[in-house]
């Protein structure tokens, strides 16, 4: 792991040989070129696009089975495939988790009620390229501590992408989200991160959601991965359902999350994958 004050050194020893080399020898990190990040932006736009349309729905009575059905359909009217489809054997589109589930939620005949928050996790593969991003809604009318835990996490991911500039850390991603979601009293889920993505579904980096400032491997242009951290209203803990896919709270507490994928450029940060926060 390189710390952010050996950027400078690293930065000399690499004057004969590419920086993408150089990250893909040591971390095994794809830097991507500008035709490659394009790709990328191209799948993310159709992403945004579709939790839009998910947002258009979204309503009490649904079934998590009748939003897959529509990611299903939107991504291939689209000229795209659902990442999630067969992935490891997932058996559905897209990953919708509700209230106390964390991520990795299979649809199903669970009718949505007012007063849920759910989240949906969208990826989908256009023309060879991956990206990926995901939402919290609010289905109808919520409780207030509810809706601020939603606000908190939406934060959260913005105060993360705001750390993200060439010369920084991951450490420096994770703490400005840690110190945040904290100091708000909520946790950061530890045991699922961030991950690099544009080739595949899941390339290196992997991206903590906590962290030390100055800690971990530099940031420099070309790095795509997202930013996806999981905030409870309670600990931090989780537990696996028999499903052997669906990550929920250990204590039964509310979880939100909200996701991007996030280019390092030259001079800061930009999503490739980018709504409004």
Not at 149 to 177: F, K, M, N, Q, Y
Not at 199 to 226: C, D, K, S, W
Not at 246 to 256: H, M, R
Not at 262 to 270: A, D, K, N, P, S
């Amino acid at each position: 792991m390189l710390f952010r004050n050996a950027h400078a050194k690293l930065t000399r020893r690499i004057r004969s040989v590419s920086l993408a080399e150089e990250y893909w020898k040591r971390f095994r990190i794809r830097l991507k070129s500008d035709e490659e990040v394009e790709g990328i932006a191209r799948a993310g736009e159709l992403v945004v696009r579709t939790l839009d349309m998910v947002a258009a729905h979204i309503r009490p009575g649904m079934t998590g089975e009748s939003l897959n059905g529509l990611v299903h359909a939107y991504t291939l009217d689209h000229g795209a495939r659902p990442a999630p489809l067969d992935y490891r054997g997932f058996p559905k589109s897209v990953c919708i988790s509700v209230n106390e589930e964390i991520c990795h939620g299979i649809p199903g005949s669970r009718e949505l009620r007012e007063g849920d928050i759910v989240n949906v996790d969208v990826t989908s593969i256009l023309e060879g390229w991956f990206a990926d991003a995901n939402r919290t809604f609010l289905v109808g009318e919520v409780s207030r501590e509810a809706r601020e835990l939603v606000d908190a996490a939406r934060r959260c991911l913005s105060l993360g992408i705001e750390a993200v500039r060439p010369g920084a850390t991951l450490g420096d991603v994770g703490h400005a989200i840690q110190r945040h979601a904290e100091g708000a009293g909520y946790s950061v889920v530890r045991e699922l991160v961030g991950h690099g993505v544009g080739h595949a579904f899941h390339e290196q980096p992997q991206v903590n959601h906590t962290g030390r400032p100055g800690m971990g491997i530099v940031l420099v242009p070309g790095m795509v991965f997202t930013i996806e951290p999981m905030i409870n209203q309670g600990g931090p803990q989780t537990r696996r359902l028999n499903d052997g896919w669906t990550v929920v709270t250990a204590d039964g507490s509310l979880s939100a999350q909200f996701e991007q994928t996030v280019l390092v450029t030259e001079t800061g940060v930009r999503s490739l994958t980018p709504y409004a926060l």
